[in-house]
């Protein structure tokens, strides 16, 4: 079966086991699109299909059936021979220390760990919430393992490996004028204050809100600066100015802010898994392979 993976295998047992692609995905840690699209990629990659597919229901086809009597011997038998390679490497318990900015959260992180916990149940996790500023320090004294991060300016002794890429939001007081638009353009905001985000290591997304307000003929008028997307979204409900922000904020409503698309700012920001290049945890090449298998939205 050229081009199948054991991840395609893993979720056609799922879905043949729960007939419900929604179920079934919501055990896997997963979206229900991406489900959907690895299955189609496994049926494409076989030849044949293996589900029958109704509004109502989901039944496995003859070649479903066949597939499904012999994937559970052949992953069980994978499942073992990973198990003791582990055993024998030293991968059965110890300790993997995370950190991360709040746009993991509400994307890959908990399928990743999800995805970890399946392959390696008795690792012990560490999880810490920073700012990349905050985490790249970390990275180097080895405080963490891992760390979710915009991408640094300087890759120097790190590996990093994008997970997750997200749009960018305006947010204004609800007080605002500009809170009753639907949307917002950035010229919109052409005569608003600013708050800003102080001069960080990593590449963030200000230099794009720059030079998209700059295209858009003025340059922002930055009245306050911090280093973290939560005290934009505090102080812009305070009706200290507006932000420009990436758009996991959606995720996390404060009283007296409003979050609206911005139709004219495409571009789209990274975040990455960085590890370091030597003195390696164990668990961190098993963790960043849990993550290089998860589908992507």
């Known amino acids: 079966m050229k081009g199948v993976e054991i991840r395609h295998l893993r979720y056609f047992m799922r879905v043949a086991q729960e007939l419900h692609f929604g179920r079934a995905a919501e055990i896997l840690g997963v979206s229900q699109a991406p489900l959907s699209q690895q299955i189609r990629q496994l049926e494409e990659r076989i030849g044949v299909r293996l589900f029958d597919r109704t ?3 989901v039944t496995l086809t003859p070649a479903g059936h066949a597939l499904f009597e ?5 992953l069980m038998g994978f499942e073992e021979a990973i198990d003791e390679a582990r055993t024998v490497g030293g991968l059965k318990a110890g300790r993997l220390s995370i950190g991360a900015m709040s746009s993991a959260v509400y994307s890959i992180l908990p399928a ?16 810490c919430f920073h700012t990349t500023e905050e985490q790249l320090p970390m990275l180097a004294s080895r405080s963490i393992d891992v760390a979710f ?45 600013f708050i800003g985000f102080s001069d960080i290591r990593g590449i ?18 930055i009245v306050q600066r911090v280093s973290h997307t939560k005290a934009v979204a505090v102080l812009v ?5 507006v932000g420009i922000v990436p758009r996991w904020v959606e995720h996390e409503p404060i009283d ?3 979050v609206r698309p911005l139709t004219d700012l495409p571009e789209a ?12 945890n164990p668990f961190v090449d098993l963790f960043i392979q849990c993550l290089k298998e998860l589908p992507r939205p």
């Open 55 to 57: 509004t109502r229901t």
């Open 70 to 74: 012999k994937s559970g011997e052949a």
């Open 112 to 127: 990743a760990l999800q995805a970890l916990s399946q392959r390696a149940p008795a690792v012990q996790l560490d999880m």
């Open 149 to 193: 991060i915009r991408p640094p300016r300087s890759m120097s002794g790190l590996n990093t490996l994008e997970v997750h890429r997200e749009g960018f939001a305006a947010i204004v007081s609800a007080a605002s004028p500009l809170a009753a638009r639907r949307s917002l353009r950035i010229e919109d905001l052409r005569d608003e204050k």
């Open 204 to 221: 963030g997304y200000q230099d794009i809100v720059y030079q998209h307000c700059r295209a858009a003929g003025f340059a922002p008028q």
């Open 237 to 241: 409900a305070a009706g200290l100015g």
């Open 256 to 258: 007296g802010l409003v």
């Open 269 to 280: 920001i990274s975040l990455v898994a960085a590890w370091r290049t030597e003195g390696l």
